[in-house]
């Protein structure tokens, strides 16, 4: 598809720094690639550009494109360096630094040295069953520039109890285990941190924290930035302050184009926040100059505008004026349902109407706010013939920096999709179902409202033909419907 005016001014603008703002379906991937190529051919060595994101799944789909349009284009564009931020920090290890390039730990390693830590810490009997949650906290630590080998355990306490991601996190902890408070923890992060470096072994987080520690180093310091002409990072509403940090770093000397889509940040949990592609050229000390790509080709006009009025609710967002390229209406309906199981009977006749119409299962969508829910719906499908596959998140502190792909459930090409906001975040289908758009699913109770917006917003855009929003509606009782379906337009 040939370039829209508003890609095409990303594509040849030479400003030092540019912020690309990119809604759901405005063809990010593709202004990417197509200024990359052009970038090429205006005499930038191809080894000069570097292009970070966030999971694997990313990556691949940037190598293919680029791939495929060199050979269209007749671009020699395969040495250029296309990475994860977390690979892309092992790497600089590897190369500047191969005493700190320990190799990653395995769960199994992860837990034995976490328990080691928490017996050195007498709190064994209190971590025991709570590990994942632990290392959550672990996480939002190195996310804050905090070092278990470099900085006080006193440090860490005060982080933990100024934060508001990481309050909540030990309110999780606490709620279970009342012994393990900002201090325990503080002594745990750094006994565990002790642990894995006699063990020779790191972690995700490690990855990108030793390798901003290089830039400590004075002969490094000027040397790796002068490595790249053009530094692109791509999903820049979804990085921390760690990511941030090793960013501005990497693009000191420069070219800089990020790109994001504030409405799309949804990993606040993890620490992340929008502010850093919201509040760039303050944050960066440089110059920025902003564009926004204003055609949406996934959604048609009503669903879109649904959408758009939806997440203009938030505030302290970047100002966007999305246009749907396309002139047909989508299939749009919200619905109550009297019970749970009449709410999953009633998406599984339409599902198998929309089967019936031509639909192939894996064009139909099922998003839920929750694990738990998605079980729940599956469940249901297969319990009357519907092949379905699951994709939950396992780890959430793992899931986002791995890139993996945690699924259960039929893999088969020809299953419906029964996933959660957070696993449908770049995906779309033609058949979206929305169950439990109850007040107290979505908005989660825990959860900051604005970024739960956001996240419905996300399961909104994911449609392109068929919509499908519904709640349990019990006569004098206690269930509601979210206030996101009112605050989106949508009548019941």
């Not at 999305?322 to 619905?335: C, E, F, I, Q, S």
Request: charged letters at 30%.
């Amino acid at each position: 598809m040939p370039s829209d005016e508003h890609q095409l001014r990303v594509i040849e603008c030479r400003s030092r720094t540019i912020r690309m703002v990119a809604p759901a379906g405005s063809g990010k991937t593709q202004t990417i690639v197509e200024r990359v190529l052009r970038r090429i051919e205006d005499g930038v060595r191809p080894d000069r550009v570097l292009v970070l994101t966030f999971d694997r799944a990313a990556r691949r789909s940037l190598v293919e494109r680029l791939a495929s349009r060199s050979l269209e284009r007749g671009v020699d564009a395969g040495k250029c360096t296309v990475s994860t931020l977390n690979a892309f920090g092992a790497a600089l290890l590897r190369r500047h630094a191969p005493e700190e390039a320990h190799r990653l730990a395995d769960d199994a390693q992860a837990d034995r040295l976490l328990a080691e830590s928490a017996a050195e810490c007498g709190l064994e009997a209190e971590i025991a069953g709570h590990g994942a949650l632990v290392r959550e906290v672990f996480a939002l630590l190195k996310n804050a520039l905090h070092d278990p080998r470099s900085g006080s355990a006193r440090e860490f306490a005060r982080f933990l109890g100024s934060d508001p991601v990481a309050r909540e996190r030990m309110a999780e902890l606490a709620s279970e285990v009342p012994r393990v408070d900002p201090p325990a923890i503080a002594r745990l992060f750094a006994a565990a941190g002790r642990a894995m470096f006699r063990a020779r072994v790191i972690d995700f987080d490690d990855q990108k924290l030793r390798a901003l520690a290089l830039f400590e180093r004075s002969e490094l310091r000027e040397r790796i930035p002068g490595l790249w002409d053009e530094v692109i990072v791509d999903e820049f509403q979804d990085i921390n302050r760690l990511d941030f940090a090793l960013v501005r770093r990497l693009a000191a000397r420069s070219d800089l184009v990020v790109t994001g889509d504030d409405d799309q940040a949804i990993y606040g949990f993890r620490g992340c926040s929008s502010e850093f592609i919201v509040g760039l050229a303050r944050l960066l000390g440089r110059e920025v100059d902003s564009h926004e790509l204003a055609i949406n080709y996934r959604n048609p006009p009503n669903l879109l505008a649904h959408a758009v009025r939806l997440v203009q609710h938030n505030r302290g967002r970047i100002p966007k004026s999305p246009v749907a390229a396309r002139t047909d209406a989508a299939a749009v309906l919200a619905a109550p349902a009297g019970s749970a199981e009449a709410e999953t009977a009633g998406l599984a006749h339409r599902a198998r109407k929309a089967i019936a119409r031509g639909r192939a299962p894996r064009e139909i969508a099922v998003l839920c706010r929750t694990n738990a829910h998605c079980l729940v719906v599956a469940d249901g499908l297969r319990s009357v013939g519907l092949p379905c596959r699951v994709r939950v998140e396992a780890d959430r502190a793992a899931s986002r920096n791995s890139g993996s792909d945690e699924r259960t459930g039929r893999e088969d090409s020809e299953a419906i999709t029964v996933a959660t906001y957070f696993r449908a975040k770049g995906l779309q289908w033609p058949v979206v179902f929305l169950p439990g758009c109850n007040e107290g699913l979505i908005p989660h109770p825990r959860a900051p409202v604005d970024g739960e917006r956001r996240l419905f917003y996300v399961a909104l855009t994911r449609a392109s033909q068929e919509l499908v929003a519904s709640w349990v509606a019990v006569p004098r009782g206690e269930a509601r419907p979210s206030r996101f379906l009112a605050e989106a337009g949508f009548s019941g």
